[in-house]
């Protein structure tokens, strides 16, 4: 569960995304790390919003 509970803080897309936004050369560098960036931030926010969470050591809701 560590490794579930770390792919779930939105921290780390969006630094994704912040990063390649402003660090990219071209529009073709910046593409594919931004729709991941923004792809991660939705799949935390779809999982979210009807409650679920991150999760305890043994897999229950927190």
Same mark, same amino acid.
């Given at each position: ?5 770390? $792919?779930?803080?939105?921290? #780390? !897309?969006?630094? #994704? *995304? %912040?990063?390649?936004?402003? $660090?990219?050369? =071209? &529009?073709?560098? #910046?593409?594919?790390?931004? *729709?991941?960036? %923004? =792809?991660? +931030?939705?799949? #935390?926010? +779809? =999982? /979210?919003? &009807?409650?679920?969470?991150? /999760? *305890? !050591? ?5």
């Amino acid at each position: 569960m560590p490794l579930c509970n770390l $792919l779930h803080r939105a921290a #780390i !897309p969006f630094a #994704i *995304t %912040v990063d390649f936004s402003f $660090l990219g050369d =071209s &529009p073709d560098d #910046i593409a594919a790390p931004f *729709t991941f960036g %923004v =792809s991660c +931030l939705t799949a #935390i926010a +779809l =999982s /979210r919003a &009807p409650g679920y969470g991150l /999760r *305890t !050591p043994d897999g229950r809701l927190r």
